[in-house]
Nanobody
Framework: QVQLVESGGGLVQAGGSLRLSCAAS????????VGWFRRAPGKDRELLTT????????VYAASVQGRFTISKDNARNTVYLQMNSLKPEDTAIYYC????????????WGRGTQVTVSS
């Protein structure tokens, strides 16, 4: 099992940027896919982007394509989410999660970090 801790959230003005981090402990991300999700008030949880640790190939939801970038640091066992051109509708709690590559079940979750975008 992987323990995940998100950081980097905060308050930013519309048009600004933030970089979130997801650090793993307990084991490495090797063999896993890592994803970033968010849950906005009154809305369902939304999968934003995923990356396979072995291939480094990212996949993005249409809502963040071109604005958000997922990346990873093998040495730090950390996944990042660079968020640019932020909008008030990006306000949410952001979570990272992990699943075994080839599985559809997200088994490990962080506690989340709040991102608030003011207009």
């Amino acid at each position: 099992q992987v323990q995940l801790v998100e950081s980097g959230g905060g308050l930013v003005q519309a048009g600004g940027s933030l970089r979130l981090s997801c650090a793993a402990s307990g084991r490495t991300f090797s063999g896993y896919a890592v994803g970033w999700f968010r849950r906005a008030p009154g809305k369902d949880r939304e999968l934003l982007t995923t990356i396979n640790w072995s291939t480094s190939i990212p996949v993005y939801a249409a809502s963040v394509q071109g604005r958000f970038t997922i990346s990873k640091d093998n040495a730090r066992n950390t996944v990042y989410l660079q968020m640019n051109s932020l909008k008030p509708e990006d306000t949410a709690i952001y979570y990272c999660a992990a699943r075994l590559q080839g599985s559809t079940v997200w088994t490990d979750w962080g506690r989340g970090t709040q991102v608030t975008v003011s207009s």
